[in-house]
């Protein structure tokens, strides 16, 4: 069985603080991919990045950066100097080599604060 | 690309009604999901096809849904007899074959049911 875990329900920072959401992930598939996405309250789920498990090279967008660590199973999410429409909850997913659907987490409410 | 287009956005139903949703996905995508997602929660996976063929069905899809896809294109997500715990938003999504780095899902804006 397959299992994202997001423990952070909500957080709330003031802008210009970076943050970092925590997703930690399971799965017995050796071949697997990982997603963000953000959901902001419009409600359209917009995808933010995808991973393949044998590639853990980190990756930087912009203000956006990730931090993939198969040794801890962990897929770590990082804003840098957040901005107001940052704002939204952020879902991590996990789909398995064999498998053909998303495994959503119960995602992140982040909240910046002018 | 137009994204992928749900139909309607709200639905309100009393229960014991039979629901349709409609979903349109982007034109050169081939497969298409279907989820769930209530209150506080991520979505949850309940079926996809490959063009026409259901590949894939959740245990949460019980017996009073059903899900088409008949000519490969659009998809209906139909609820029978509907109860107040099937109130959630239903989201589709589309991708190709399997998720590649230019392929990811792309969601639509969902179907929010309320059962009353």
């Known amino acids: 069985a397959q299992k994202v875990t997001q423990a952070q329900t909500e957080i709330s920072v003031v802008e210009k603080e970076d943050v970092t959401l925590d997703c930690v992930y399971e799965t017995r598939d050796t071949t697997y991919y990982l997603f963000w996405y953000k959901q902001p309250p419009s409600g359209e789920l917009v995808f933010l990045i995808r991973r393949n498990s044998f590639d853990e090279q980190n990756e930087i967008s912009g203000r956006y950066s990730w931090n993939f660590q198969k040794s801890t199973s962990s897929f770590n999410f990082t804003i840098t100097a957040s901005q107001v429409v940052d704002s939204a909850v952020y879902f991590c997913?996990?789909?398995?080599?064999?498998?053909?659907?998303?495994?959503f987490g119960k995602g992140t409410h982040l909240i910046i604060q002018p | 690309d137009t994204g992928v287009s749900q139909d309607p956005r709200h639905k309100i139903t009393k229960r014991g009604q039979n629901v349709t949703f409609r979903c349109d996905p982007i034109?050169?995508?081939?497969?298409l999901y279907w989820y769930r997602q209530t209150l506080g929660q991520g979505p949850e996976f309940l079926t996809y096809f490959q063009n026409e063929a259901q590949l894939e069905k959740s245990r949460l899809l019980s017996d009073r849904f059903s899900a088409e896809r008949p000519k490969g294109s659009f998809s209906t997500l139909e609820i029978q007899r509907t109860e107040q715990g099937d109130s959630a938003m239903y989201l589709c999504a589309s991708s190709l074959s399997r998720p590649r780095w230019n392929s990811p899902l792309h969601f639509g804006n969902g179907t929010r049911l309320t059962v009353t």
């Open positions: 034109s050169e995508h081939n497969r």
């Open positions: 997913a996990l789909m398995g080599g064999g498998a053909d659907g998303l495994t």
